[in-house]
Structure formats: structure tokens, C-alpha cells
């Protein structure tokens, strides 16, 4: 519940001061340090919405969630019917809706435009919606890694076709179950290379396409978090205030850039959640997207009592909200 809690709390702190790249104008919009819900400044990406409201991207994690909650499980088939009457609203510009991104953008003139079959749907835009979406089948599937990884993979590829971005989306799924099972992020990855190496597993994803070997390996997107929590605990790395890494990584909206900060912070941080999203919040640029990555991790580490209490409350429609992460984690 907290992996899942973690990743809408992180999307909808960002609503408000999303993709700030002058850093100086964040704080003069939301103050030195912003901790809680916002309303979006006029005339801005997610103008509309409330403090407390998530974008588009959690509304989508949101419609999977309701899915795994009422299908009892992940039917793929229920979840893209479902996305396709949130693309059925949508008019395939960027406010069509809530702020609807680039990636979403490609899927909607797939389906809408060209009448593509989901399996041709997906985008070859960097960026990391299908990630944030992957702690709800952490949350599910956490203790079956051969249907956790086989429903990440369909998942994923949805709406994300790069390989690159498929590979890490895919990997913080594994990371982000391996977290919730008890190990830390500096252990996480050999444990999960341990595992699939007993159970037979290959780390690859299977890429539906005519020629059926075709497949993404993503072994190496498994080493970051490792090298994440060595960083964060080595005395000749040191960065003050925490916030800061948010430059060092990059603010662009690239998952390359998102994750590893996010997989920093939740090392940094490892059992304080406020500390690490906050800090992913306050660097700016793609700070939505950053926190709720690191909202994941943090969450999935610390469990949904380590999340505090005013977070969860202000979150728009938060009682529905626990009660379908209670009821497909229990």
C-alpha cells in the first residue's frame, strides 16, 4: 500500500510546481520549500486542477488500479477498454484534458487516429509514465516474480515501445516488489538476479512482433540502484541541500534522468519519506514525475505508516484510494 499511496502522493505534490526550470521562479511561485499540495498557477501545465488532485499520468495509474482492484488481478484487456475511454475524452493536443504528454499523445493518434491494435500502440517517447505505473503490479505481484514480470512487460509496452525506456520501466517494477519483500535498495539487485537465475528466468522482455524472437534485455537497468545507495552512504559524495541532485541528474523529463534520481533519494533517505520526495520535489524541472517515482521506492521501503498522515488525507479521494491498494495487496 505504500509503494502505491507513495507513487499518487509524489505526482500529486507536483501538480502545482511542475516543469520549473528556473529554479529561482519556482521559489518565488511556491516559496523556499514546498511540502504540500499546490494549485497550479494560471495559464500553466496543469491549470484546472486543485491541490491535491493528480495529472493525467496518476489518473492512468489510478484507472489500473481500479482494474487490478476489480478484476481481482491484471486483465489486459479490462485495463486498455479502460484506457480507452479516458483517450475517448481526450482530443489528441496537449490540454485536451489533464495535461496529456507527449507519449500519451502518440497513443491517442495510434488508437484514435489510426486504429492501431494496442499491440502497435506504444510510444517511442523517453519519458516515464509507464514506470510510474508499475508499483501498482509491484504491489500485486510481489511475491509471484514469473507473473510480475510477465504483466510489467505487457504493461509497459502499452504505452512505451523504446527499448531503453521499456528496460528501466521494467526493472523498477522488480526493484520496487524486491522492496516491498524487506530488502534494501543497496541489496535489491543481486537479490533479484539471484532469484532468476534459481527460477530459471530471463531478464529480457518479449517484444511482440512478427519475428517472435525479438526481445529487450534490461539486466543492466537492474545495477543502478546499487550504485544509488553506495553513492548516497560514500563520505566523497556530498550534496547540500539534497534537492541539489535534482541538477546533477538532470531536470528534462527522460526517464534516464528521473530514475536514478529517484533511486538516490530512496537511498538517501531510506526510511524518511518526507525527506526523500520533498528533496525530489524541490529540484525542479520534471519534479512530478521524480516524486513519484521516488514516492514509490520511499513508500515501498517505509509502508503506508511511513507515509505522513497529511499527505495521505489531502490526497483527492484518498479513502477509495486506500481501500482499492488494501484490497488488491491484501
Not at 110 to 134: H, K, Y
Request: charged share 20%.
Amino acid at each position: 500500500m505504500g509503494a502505491i499511496m507513495g507513487t499518487l502522493v509524489g505526482d500529486a505534490l507536483g501538480v502545482g510546481p511542475h516543469w520549473y526550470y528556473d529554479l529561482g521562479q519556482l521559489r518565488k511561485d511556491y516559496g523556499e520549500w514546498v511540502d504540500n499540495y499546490t494549485r497550479p498557477k494560471p495559464g500553466r501545465f496543469h491549470s484546472g486542477l486543485e491541490a491535491g488532485e493528480n495529472s493525467q499520468t496518476g489518473q492512468v495509474v489510478t484507472i489500473l488500479l481500479e482494474s487490478v482492484a476489480e478484476q481481482g488481478g491484471y486483465d489486459e484487456g479490462d485495463f486498455t477498454a479502460r484506457l480507452d475511454s479516458l483517450l475517448d475524452t481526450l482530443d489528441g493536443t496537449p490540454r485536451g484534458g489533464r495535461y496529456t504528454d507527449h507519449a500519451m499523445r502518440d497513443v491517442w493518434q495510434a488508437r484514435q487516429v489510426l486504429g492501431l491494435p494496442w499491440s502497435e500502440a506504444g510510444s517511442l517517447s523517453d519519458t516515464a509514465e509507464a514506470a510510474i505505473r508499475t508499483p501498482v503490479l509491484a504491489a500485486r505481484y510481489y511475491d509471484d516474480f514469473g507473473k510480475l514480470m510477465k504483466f510489467l512487460a505487457s504493461n509497459v509496452l502499452l504505452t512505451h515501445r523504446d527499448p531503453f525506456i521499456a528496460g528501466q520501466s521494467v526493472a523498477l517494477g522488480l526493484i520496487t516488489a524486491g522492496l516491498i519483500n524487506g530488502y534494501n535498495i543497496g541489496e535489491v539487485s543481486k537479490a533479484i538476479f539471484k532469484f532468476a537465475r534459481e527460477k530459471g528466468f530471463d531478464l529480457v522482455i518479449q517484444v511482440p512482433k512478427k519475428n517472435p524472437k525479438e526481445e529487450i534485455s534490461f539486466a543492466d537497468a537492474l545495477l543502478q540502484p546499487s550504485w544509488s545507495y553506495n553513492a548516497a552512504r560514500d563520505p566523497g559524495i556530498r550534496i547540500d541541500p539534497a534537492a541539489a541532485a535534482c541538477s546533477l541528474f538532470g531536470l528534462a523529463c527522460t526517464l534516464g534522468f528521473m530514475l536514478p534520481a529517484a533511486y538516490y533519494y530512496a537511498s538517501r533517505f531510506e526510511t524518511l519519506f518526507y525527506e526523500a520526495v520533498m528533496s525530489a520535489l524541490n529540484g525542479g524541472g520534471n519534479n512530478m514525475a521524480r516524486s513519484a517515482l521516488t514516492g514509490a521506492l520511499s513508500g515501498a521501503q517505509v509502508g503506508l505508516t511511513g507515509i505522513p498522515e497529511y499527505l495521505i488525507k489531502g490526497l483527492y479521494d484518498h479513502e477509495r484510494l486506500l481501500g482499492m491498494a488494501e484490497k488488491i495487496t491484501s
